[in-house]
Structure formats: structure tokens, C-alpha cells
């Protein structure tokens, strides 16, 4: 916002009053004022691009909210009102995104934040043939859209592996129950062996399998 607007916005703020392009009558108003941005205030102020004392007089109650692939809980509860939204505005029926496809969404980055899923939703609602909305239905660009670092994911293991399978679906990737149990089993035969201190027995009890098993699984695993 040029300075000339940030000096014109805090005298309405201050003074609760303003003249309309042109006009020469005072309007009077009294209302709440909510605002929203992506770009650090607080750093715009230091180079002077941004009015220190039109920051402090908008920053009375501060929100922060984290982007869209910081809190998938939501992802599943905003594409269906999105897709509600459209199919009203469309006059339309209205779709429901297959389980695939609510997985697949949760592995994204979305870089357009809310803003991108709500288009997606509306682009669905015309261009997906039936009511159930199914991975082969989503945009080429979204499929091709990088994958969020699970390190930075809020959520269980359990939802991580679950996202990391629905990814790996959707490429086509082959062999992947094998590929995923020899992980798993793996992991386990690893982390029961530091825990143990390399003490094949007693990992094995932690694992509750038998020491013939897992004398096997290490020569399998090639784990030193």
C-alpha cells in the first residue's frame, strides 16, 4: 500500500471520518476493521515502507494462522463447503471428493494457501464427470504439484504413512505392500536394537518375536 493511502486509512481511523472522491460533505462511520496479510508488518515498518504508527493502531487483537499445509485436519471440511459453495452457485449438484483424493490433497504444499483449494473445488464442480470427484478427475497442474515435507506436518505417524501410500498410489508406484511392510519391519528391528544396545534377545523380546526371526531379519536387512 503506497504511504499516501497508509496517511489517508489512519486518519479515518483516528478520526472516524472521511470525504468521498470528489464530494465535499463529511461522512461520519463507525465500524470494525479487519485486515488481513501474508507480509511481515513488523519488518516493512524497519525499511520504512510501512507507517509505524498505522501498524500499532491495526494491530490491537492479533491472529496468526498458519497456512493451509500446516493444518490438513482442515482440508477435508473446507473442500466440501467449497464444493457445496459452487454446486449452489452453479445450480448444480453437489460432488464429494473420493477418500483417494481427500489423502492426496493432504500431501500438497498448497502455495496458494485457501485461496487455490477453493478454485480447485469450483474447477472440480464443472469439469468432473460424475458426483464422486476421483484422482483421475483433478487438474494435471495439481498432480504435479511438489509434495509437502512430512517433517513439517502436523500429525501422526499413522497419517504421514498414510499420505506417503496415497502419493505413491497415485504415481503408479508398483510393489509398494512389499516396499512398505520391509520398511516398517526394518525400522522396528533397527530402533528395537539401539534400544537394546545391539543385544539381539532382548530386541527381540521388545519385539515380541523370536530370536531365530529376527537373527533372519537382520541378515535380510543387511542391518549392522
Known sequence: MPVELQTRLLRVLNDGQFYRVGGQELIKVDVRVITATHQNLQHLVKEGKFRDDLFHRLNVIRMNVPPLRERIEDIQSLSQFFLNQSAKKLQTEVKVLAPDVIEFFKTLQWHGNVRQLEN????????AAGKVILISDLPAELKNEPIADSSND??????????????????GTGD?????VTEVEKVLIEEALKASRNRRIDAAKLL???????TRKISEFEIK
Not at 120 to 127: A, D, I, K
Not at 176 to 180: A, E, L, T
Not at 208 to 213: L, Q, S, V
Open 120 to 127: 480447485v473445488c469450483h474447477w472440480l464442480t464443472v469439469m
Open 154 to 171: 502436523i500429525g501422526t505417524w499413522r497419517e504421514k504413512l498414510t499420505r506417503e501410500i496415497a502419493r505413491d498410489l497415485l504415481a
Open 176 to 180: 509398494i505392500y512389499d516396499r512398505f
Open 208 to 214: 515380541g518375536i523370536g530370536r531365530n526371526t529376527i
